[in-house]
T-cell receptor
Framework: NAGVTQTPKFQVLKTGQSMTLQCAQD?????MYWYRQDPGMGLRLIYY???????DKGEVPNGYNVSRLNKREFSLRLESAAPSQTSVYFC???????????FGEGSRLTVL | KQEVTQIPAALSVPEGENLVLNCSFT??????LQWFRQDPGKGLTSLLL?????REQTSGRLNASLDKSSGRSTLYIAASQPGDSATYLC????????????FGKGTHLIIQP
């Protein structure tokens, strides 16, 4: 009953370091998403992928890149981390027929 | 642009009470509306999904209603329990892809034992 799985759950980076957040879903969904959640700001869409091989920018894409590796996996990369990227990152996927969203447990990232 | 508001931002009630959480949206042309629960330090758990053609959905002690004409959805929780304490978020999908999804900022609910 895995659903959406994200790794790592916690990460501390120094300014300028790079890292990749991994996400995988086992529900055979076409659409996958990356959100960030910050206090007072709510959930904001970073990037999404409507199908394997396609990606699109969301509301806050600057400083991030994504890769839709296959239908299951959608990764988020920070090339040069900045303190403003300290946040909780959520991966999600949505059911093709109903649009119901399913979220991972989140990845807490701190950039010093 | 769709705006989603959840009022109140926080609510504290004694155990056993029935309660209603509110979600309002500005554009009635929606595809669906989804209610989530988020526990501290955890992800969002889907509670109920209402399609635009539906008026309500029920799951156990939870009932969600949708009134598109007035731009409102309510989440009714019957016989509240301390385990219901969490933040409840609604998300409105206005169509047009992933950027058509708008989240409210949530209602932080505390059920007092």
């Amino acid at each position: 009953n895995a659903g959406v799985t994200q790794t790592p759950k916690f990460q501390v980076l120094k300014t300028g370091q790079s890292m990749t957040l991994q996400c995988a879903q086992d529900m055979n969904h076409n659409s996958m998403y990356w959100y960030r959640q910050d206090p007072g700001m709510g959930l904001r869409l970073i990037y999404y992928s409507a199908s394997e091989g396609t990606t699109d920018k969301g509301e806050v894409p600057n400083g991030y890149n994504v890769s839709r590796l296959n239908k299951r996996e959608f990764s988020l990369r920070l090339e040069s981390a900045a303190p403003s990227q300290t946040s909780v990152y959520f991966c999600a996927s949505s059911a093709d027929n109903t649009g119901e969203l399913f979220f991972g447990e989140g990845s807490r990232l701190t950039v010093l | 642009k769709q705006e989603v508001t959840q009022i109140p931002a926080a609510l504290s009630v004694p155990e056993g009470e029935n309660l209603v959480l509110n979600c309002s949206f500005t554009d009635s042309a929606i595809y669906n509306l989804q209610w989530f629960r988020q526990d501290p330090g955890k992800g969002l758990t889907s509670l109920l999904l209402i399609q635009s053609s539906q008026r309500e959905q029920t799951s156990g002690r939870l009932n969600a209603s949708l009134d598109k004409s007035s731009g409102r959805s309510t989440l009714y929780i019957a016989a509240s329990q301390p385990g219901d304490s969490a933040t409840y978020l609604c998300a409105v999908h206005s169509g047009g892809g992933a950027d058509g999804l708008t989240f409210g900022k949530g209602t932080h609910l505390i059920i007092q034992p």
